[in-house]
C-alpha cells in the first residue's frame, strides 16, 4: 500500500497558527507546518511513521478512499 495514496486535507488554524495536514483515513495521523508546503512534507513522513507502527503492532491499516 503506497503511503502517497492517502488523501491529505490541509487548513489553517488560527489557534495554532499554523497549517493543519490532516490524513482522515488513519485516525489521529496530522502535521502541521508554518506554510502549507510545509504541512503537505510533515504529514507524508508522518502517514509513513504511522503506517510502519500500525504493522509492527498488527493492528488493521485502511485503504485509501480517495
Known amino acids: 500500500m503506497s ?3 492517502y488523501p491529505v486535507f490541509v ?3 488560527d489557534e495554532d497558527r499554523a497549517f493543519i495536514a490532516e490524513a482522515p483515513d488513519l ?3 496530522m502535521a502541521d507546518g508554518a506554510t502549507r508546503a510545509e504541512a503537505v512534507s510533515a ?3 508522518v502517514i509513513a511513521e504511522w503506517i ?3 504493522r509492527e503492532l498488527g493492528r ?3 485503504r485509501p478512499e480517495g
Open 60 to 62: 488493521l491499516i485502511s
Open 11 to 13: 487548513h489553517w488554524s
Open 43 to 45: 504529514i507524508e513522513v
Open 3 to 5: 503511503e502517497s495514496k
Open 52 to 54: 510502519e507502527t500500525a
Open 27 to 29: 485516525p489521529g495521523c
